[in-house]
């Protein structure tokens, strides 16, 4: 190829502000410096709503304002509030950028967008370190949700692994003699506490009863959240395991 002289000063005079262009920090116009996760979603700030119901979930984090919006984010959640649940964790991370519950809550708020909840998980997953031991759980968990799997192999809904049983171990639904995960359900309040539970080799399938003990605890004095858990032994044996 013959290039005139004109040309080659041409290209020799842009490299230099072109390599300037791509080491510069700046993000693109409309573009968020948080990274590309953040490039969609909500653009104001969260402040703490009243009559959003009473949620309180203990994580590590810089103050007491920003674990309050944690807790109104994680009440917004059940409700599919989910724009508003990310901009109250967004909140979070502003106060403390390295909060894992915070980007964690992010990728929950986004469930119905793989790519934003997968990038959120990411952020969640590299800062797992400054988090307590069950935050970390939680995070591997989310994260290992959205590994790399192909769309035949996709399950409908999320499930969580946990390979080295360690959530199963924490619930005590394991068998240490035969060495094995158990099944377990679980009925949560909105404490954190454990207000029923079943373990046993088979799981458990009464929904009538949940659901009544669910309205049951709901109408007691205090936070009225209620989660119900599982936990169920991957098929095949205890080389791996999930729950959701």
């Not at 979603?41 to 703490?48: D, F, N």
């Not at 967004?90 to 708020?109: F, H």
């Not at 959120?120 to 935050?135: C, K, N, S, T």
Request: proline share 7%; with cysteine.
């Amino acid at each position: 190829m013959i290039r005139s002289p004109l040309l080659s000063l041409l290209l020799t005079s842009l490299s230099p502000l072109a390599f300037a262009q791509e080491a510069s920090v700046d993000p693109l116009e409309g573009h968020s410096h948080c990274g590309e996760a953040f490039n969609e979603g909500p653009r104001h700030a969260a402040y703490l709503m009243p009559n959003n119901g009473s949620v309180r979930f203990p994580i590590t984090v810089a103050d007491t304002y920003a674990q309050r919006m944690f807790n109104q984010g994680m009440g917004q959640l059940p409700g599919f509030w989910y724009f508003e649940a990310e901009r109250s964790f967004r909140q979070v991370a502003s106060v403390d950028p390295e909060c894992a519950a915070a980007y964690r809550g992010m990728a929950m708020a986004n469930v119905d967008n793989e790519k934003r909840a997968s990038d959120f998980a990411h952020e969640a997953w590299l800062r797992r370190e400054q988090a307590g031991e069950h935050e970390r759980m939680y995070v591997d968990a989310l994260a290992a949700s959205y590994e790399e799997t192909s769309e035949e192999d996709r399950y409908p809904f999320p499930i969580l692994a946990d390979p080295e049983h360690e959530v199963f171990h924490a619930y005590r639904s394991y068998d240490d003699f035969e060495d094995m995960p158990l099944h377990g359900t679980f009925l949560i309040d909105g404490r954190g506490r454990v207000r029923w539970q079943d373990v046993s080799f088979e799981p458990f399938t009464d929904t009538d009863f949940l659901l009544a003990e669910s309205k049951r605890l709901l109408g007691l004095p205090g936070p009225r959240a209620v989660a119900v858990g599982s936990a169920a032994p991957a098929a095949g044996g205890s080389a791996g395991s999930g729950g959701r």
